[in-house]
């Protein structure tokens, strides 16, 4: 995720400037702490967010007025707000009217899996509209002034995939190159995780190049891998996903895998130098106490560090999905969540 212009400090605002610092010091410490696991576990407990936090698919951004801006699947792409990072409210849909071609690819109208960014002054979003086990899926492309709830303009479909075809144009995700490279990941099962370069122009294909990359698979066993975010970090290129059965309340068996390349089309190894072209991935997290299935992962960059943004199904509510927020470190070369 990309986000937020710094603030310049005006020459006659010194003192503003230094109250502004002092600010953003007191907000990384408070949603520091928030973050901070509450029991003893290989993984970590989520950290604490309340108010409207029924979500699955979470995309989350710190808008340029400070808002945290979080979207989700269903709905027109359900929008919430925090002023914090803590407390969440519902603020509408992306989208108040459906783009008529979403019913080509979804009976029901319902877009999933939204990915939020700011590019160029403005924002961004891509999302899929697909039905339930079905390759027969688009990824659309929207973009806003503001990235509030009812601003998005769609522009139309990004790529699409058949009921005929080997991979799922489903669950998007942004990643733009220190060079202004544009690249989107996406995919979910059959052959796997797929990646196309976009055009920065557009938003939409690169017409340069047409290749549509495979990034991680599962050749053998269950073919279930979605949800893919590239994040760069100290010279490598960190591949998140998410592994196995999502949907299913507290029957998931949802996991968050990682890997890492030294390009953005990989290939991608985890921690044991497996390929995840080969059912390769190292868990960054998984089912814990309350906390099942966590998946359907965004990364962002705020104030206090990197963020692993997720949902996962809670156990003592009867498998609700619900908003897991933690901090991630890259100590040692690898994500870990705390």
């Not at 403005?122 to 990824?139: T, W």
């Not at 303009?153 to 080997?166: K, N």
């Not at 495979?214 to 050749?219: F, L, V």
Request: net charge positive.
């Amino acid at each position: 995720m990309i986000h937020l212009k710094s603030r310049r400090a005006r020459a006659t605002g010194v003192a503003a400037g230094r109250s502004g610092a002092r600010r953003l010091a007191a907000l990384a410490a408070a949603t520091a702490f928030a973050l901070l696991p509450t029991s003893a576990s290989a993984y970590p407990d989520p950290g604490r967010v309340t108010g409207d936090i029924v979500v699955h698919d979470p995309t989350m951004i710190r808008a340029t007025d400070g808002t945290y801006l979080l979207y989700s699947t269903h709905g027109g792409l359900e929008a919430r707000t925090s002023t914090d990072r803590i407390a969440f409210s519902r603020s509408g849909n992306a989208f108040n009217t459906p783009p008529s071609w979403w019913r080509n690819y979804s009976s029901g109208n319902d877009p999933w899996a939204p990915d939020i960014s700011y590019q160029g002054g403005k924002y961004l979003m891509y999302y899929a509209v697909s039905s339930f086990g079905s390759s027969n899926s688009a990824i659309g492309f929207a973009t806003s002034p503001s990235g509030k709830a009812g601003t998005w303009t769609d522009q139309g479909i990004v790529h699409a995939t058949t009921g005929s075809s080997d991979y799922n144009a489903i669950d998007p995700n942004l990643f733009v190159d220190g060079d202004g490279t544009w690249w989107l990941s996406f995919g979910s099962w059959w052959s796997g995780l797929k990646m196309i370069r976009l055009d920065p122009s557009t938003g939409k294909q690169y017409a340069g190049d047409r290749t549509v990359y495979s990034i991680a698979s599962r050749p053998t066993g269950t073919k279930a891998v979605e949800a893919p975010t590239v994040v760069k970090r100290n010279g490598y290129y960190y591949l998140f996903a998410s592994y196995d059965t999502c949907c299913a309340g507290a029957g998931s068996t949802y996991k968050i895998k990682v890997g890492r390349a030294t390009r953005p089309t990989g290939p991608y190894l985890d921690k044991n130098g497996v390929n995840l072209m080969n059912n390769g991935g190292s868990v960054v997290l998984e089912s814990h106490g309350r906390y099942i299935g966590p998946g359907g992962q965004s990364v962002m960059s705020d104030v206090d560090g990197d963020l692993l943004v997720y949902h996962y199904y809670d156990g003592q509510d009867n498998g609700t999905p619900k908003l897991g927020v933690n901090l991630l470190s890259w100590s040692g070369g690898w994500p870990t969540a705390y």
